[in-house]
């Protein structure tokens, strides 16, 4: 391997270590050397890689991030072009998406608010994201909210958001398809006048 694909191969490493160990034990609790240990690369190669946990940390939440993002898009560019219809592909998409690796639910909805400051730039610009997904499917709608829409959006993320720390930190965390049912009717019955 080249010098530059080495450093590739232990980022990407480290990011799979993370992804784990951010999700449990948790970024507060998880060392450097144990990233290190984990990903099988010297205390001296991650910060070739990352400046320090923090750095890492916004890693790992930018990519869950990223990936729930598009596998939102696609499931609402592919759901048909009426509202009702793509609020549940949007929804199931995105609680199915990110539920089925626990991890990825934990650190996106969990951890990200245990982090604290280290995260605000990287959850504002997600949350920024989400909001823009919401108001673009329903832009070219007839359809009008009976509020300004971007504080809409904001808060329907702030409700499917607290729906799924529920399912991330309960001892019997609802059923998926509960929480897709509870937040379509929320976001359906938001666009009611």
């Given at each position: 391997?080249?010098a530059?694909?080495?450093?590739?191969?232990r980022?990407?490493?480290?990011?799979?270590?993370?992804?784990?160990?951010?999700?449990s034990?948790?970024?507060?609790?998880?060392?450097?050397?144990?990233?290190?240990?984990?990903?099988?690369?010297?205390?001296?190669?991650?910060y070739?890689?990352f400046?320090?946990?923090?750095?890492?940390?916004?890693?790992?939440y930018?990519?869950?991030?990223?990936?729930?993002?598009?596998?939102?898009?696609?499931?609402?560019?592919?759901?048909p072009?009426?509202?009702?219809?793509?609020?549940a592909?949007?929804i199931?998409?995105?609680?199915?998406?990110?539920t089925?690796?626990?991890?990825?639910?934990r650190i996106?909805?969990?951890?990200?608010?245990?982090?604290?400051?280290?995260?605000?730039?990287?959850?504002?610009r997600?949350?920024?994201e989400?909001?823009?997904?919401?108001?673009?499917?329903?832009?070219?709608?007839?359809v009008?909210?009976?509020?300004?829409?971007?504080?809409?959006?904001l808060?329907?993320?702030?409700?499917?958001?607290?729906?799924?720390?529920?399912?991330?930190?309960?001892?019997?965390?609802?059923?998926t398809?509960?929480?897709?049912?509870?937040?379509?009717?929320v976001?359906?019955?938001?666009?009611r006048?």
């Amino acid at each position: 391997m080249s010098a530059e694909e080495r450093l590739a191969d232990r980022r990407e490493r480290l990011i799979l270590a993370a992804y784990t160990l951010f999700a449990s034990p948790g970024f507060h609790a998880t060392t450097i050397e144990r990233l290190c240990a984990t990903a099988r690369i010297s205390n001296r190669a991650f910060y070739e890689c990352f400046s320090g946990r923090e750095a890492l940390m916004r890693a790992v939440y930018d990519r869950c991030v990223e990936e729930t993002l598009q596998a939102i898009a696609k499931a609402i560019d592919q759901a048909p072009s009426n509202l009702d219809a793509r609020i549940a592909a949007g929804i199931t998409e995105y609680v199915r998406f990110v539920t089925a690796d626990e991890r990825r639910a934990r650190i996106m909805h969990l951890e990200v608010r245990r982090a604290g400051d280290v995260l605000n730039t990287s959850r504002q610009r997600a949350v920024l994201e989400f909001t823009k997904i919401i108001e673009g499917s329903v832009a070219d709608l007839p359809v009008r909210p009976p509020t300004e829409l971007h504080l809409l959006a904001l808060a329907l993320i702030g409700a499917i958001t607290e729906l799924l720390i529920e399912w991330v930190i309960s001892e019997h965390p609802p059923p998926t398809e509960v929480i897709i049912k509870t937040a379509v009717h929320v976001f359906r019955q938001s666009f009611r006048h």
